[in-house]
């Protein structure tokens, strides 16, 4: 073989062990990383501040991957395309303040419920909306995609809705008088009328509910070991940190 046949011969046998050590590396570095989608428009669940990505479901999952040993990857997607993103394979995991609920459960997994919420009334202060039953006949604001849109129309076939994209424009249609009253998650609704004077919250709930982080069907191995990392964090006191920094209670 002459000199040149063995540079040649090791010049291929290098490209050769590229192509096959690359992708098991490649694989080494995705598997310590968690895809996870939210709407990053719904304080104090999970919100922008200053540009950076902030809220109560990006502490929690946060702390989770790490608990888990990986490091959270994020893609910020409107609301209604979280659940079909996350079908299409465009990211392992999504939370972004979801309710768990029987149709979703038809066609993705959630893990354990990590916070109690419910659907709240947002009005302005001086409103003459007293209860629930006082919105039919008005104008509601819901943000398309939640369960909101569905809740009204099954339980107040009498409310106009008005669907908007965005949790902000919402509130912000009650603000100028364009609606009578928005319907959120409680969360959002008493974050959104502690921070502006001139708003309140109906003391009577719509509902009652939980959020989960919902997974594919097909990754229950994900979902187990989110439930694992959750019960981990509630052990360690590291959840009832969270819950005390957002919400200014202790978790039970």
């Not at 929690?60 to 040993?69: F, S, Y």
């Not at 109906?202 to 990754?219: C, F, N, P, S, W």
């Amino acid at each position: 073989m002459t000199k040149l046949q063995k540079v040649l011969s090791a010049a291929c046998l290098s490209i050769a062990m590229v192509s096959v050590i690359a992708p098991g590396t490649a694989a080494a570095q995705d598997a310590q990383v968690l895809n996870v989608a939210t709407d990053a428009t719904f304080p104090p669940m999970e919100f922008t501040d200053k540009g950076q990505r902030t809220g109560f479901d990006i502490d929690l999952m946060n702390a989770l991957a790490k608990a888990m040993g990986k490091q959270v990857q994020w893609t910020d997607i409107d609301f209604k395309g979280l659940i079909p993103g996350l079908i299409a394979h465009r990211f392992d995991a999504a939370i972004s303040g979801i309710y768990i609920t029987p149709e979703r459960s038809q066609v993705v997994d959630f893990t354990q419920p990590y916070f109690a919420g419910g659907l709240s009334v947002l009005v302005k202060a001086d409103s003459p909306i007293k209860t629930p039953a006082d919105l039919n006949g008005k104008k509601v604001t819901v943000q398309v995609g939640t369960k909101s849109v569905n809740f009204l129309r099954d339980n107040y076939p009498q409310v106009q809705r008005v669907e908007v994209e965005k949790n902000q424009e919402m509130f912000d249609l009650v603000g100028i008088g364009r609606a009578d009253a928005a319907v959120t998650g409680k969360p959002a609704a008493y974050q959104f009328a502690r921070s502006r004077p001139g708003f309140r919250v109906l003391d009577k709930e719509l509902t009652t509910e939980e959020y989960g982080i919902a997974v594919r069907k097909d990754e229950g191995q994900l979902r187990d070991q989110m439930n694992a990392a959750l019960a981990k964090i509630k052990a360690d006191g590291t959840y009832a940190a969270i819950v005390q920094k957002w919400f200014g209670t202790t978790a039970k």
